[in-house]
């Protein structure tokens, strides 16, 4: 929310680096405090007063633009001037701050021209100058871009003066029609440990953040952050407000929650052979959704490359949709789950695969498959072992489902086990899978 910069470290990534985590934290979360506003808790927030706005956006903060009404916190953007700025807007500050954690935050977003909602974490400045302690935006949206969310980490100093930045953006989509954030509640969400940042919409995760990403300033740097939510009106992000803008605006908070990281973590236990241990693995979770996942390389904006089908499904009713991402150079795109695991346990996983006649992948270079590999730590960027197969479509007929598996003996050091489903596209061509039915089962952890 602070400032963009002026250069980017790296390169900015509209997608989550390579087989990012999407289930399995990295330790057990304790609900450190939470908030359903049934009431305007002073004690717990900060109502921020300023009419110094940053970014160059044009709003004075009043604490009288923020209000609690049915259960909702309520912050009140209008077109009128105040203490020398053209509009009116509402932030809140948590008076609580803490290093590490989860925040998770459900909100309805304001939609039209000049609104910049944010949900964001930053330190006290005046102990931390900006970005000496870094900052964690987890939602940034434009009022005028309803079908895109994104989410950065800032990092730097002022003295000597520089700063820099790592942001991906996230869109969703079923049956080509993009999901509009700024339609209905939804859930924005972070973790955020010493090693990485996790960035999550409605419980897809889009984006990670390592820390060798970012100069080892997660490990070294970061400082204990409050919790902001705020709408700022105009600025750098995007198109300052028109004749076209809709006065008044409502960012509205429904719930709040904090979490810390326990200390200590339960061994996984074998499960049923026929029990699966992925989330949402036949992709039926609230009528069809990415939910449990994380989201690799789904770079088509405007057209989502990976996203759910209801119009071919190999069990119920949804299914996921790859093609490729068209960068002109090879790619691969698809999902990925973790869980947590020990040395020497077996792990199993498949899944069912198909390619339709009228979108085939057949006679192309492109393929469907499958991986399992091994981390170190959840969220790690590097595998310790990993396996690889294609779904093989030769045998089949154009529009059946094929089934594929792999099995692979945890190795030492490894702690969690991740699969991934994937489009590889090493020639910029066409064509599309279909993938339902994703499994993968623990065998009972070997005893001395």
Known sequence: MRQHARYLYGSLLLVAPMLALAQGLPANWRLAWSD??????????????????????????????????????????????????????????????????RWEVRAKLPTTRGMWPAIWLLPRTDKYPWPSGGEIDFMESRGDAPQLVSSAFHFGSPKPAWHAYVEGRHQSGKEGTLTNFHAGFHTYAVDWTETLVRFYVDDVHHYTVHDEEVAGFLSAKTAPMRLIINNAVGGDFLNDPDDSTVWPQRM????????????????????????????????????????????????????????????????????????????GSPTRSGIAQGVRVVAGQRVACGGRACTIPEDTVIGSSNRALLRLEFYPYFGAATPLAEEEVAFDFAQAEVGEWVTQQIAANVPAGATEARVSVLLDQPKNEGGAVFLDDLRMRLGTPATR
């Open 252 to 327: 509205e908070i429904d719930w709040v929650r904090v979490y810390v990281a326990e200390e200590g973590e339960a061994p996984p236990r074998g499960t049923d052979p026929k029990q699966s241990v992925l989330s949402n693995g036949g992709f039926e979770q609230n009528g069809g959704t990415l939910a449990g996942w994380s989201v690799i390389n789904n770079a088509v904006i405007g057209n989502p490359n990976v996203s759910i089908s209801t119009a071919h499904a190999s069990e119920g009713v949804a299914s996921l949709k790859i093609f490729g991402a068209f960068a």
């Open 36 to 101: 359903d506003f049934d009431q305007l808790d002073r004690e717990r927030w900060e109502l921020v007063d300023t009419p110094r706005p940053t970014n160059n956006s044009q709003q004075d903060y009043l604490s009288e633009q923020v209000t609690v009404s049915d259960g909702k916190l309520i912050l009140l953007s209008e077109n009128r001037p105040s203490r020398g700025l053209p509009y009116r807007s509402g932030q809140v500050r948590s008076r609580d701050e803490q290093r590490w954690g």
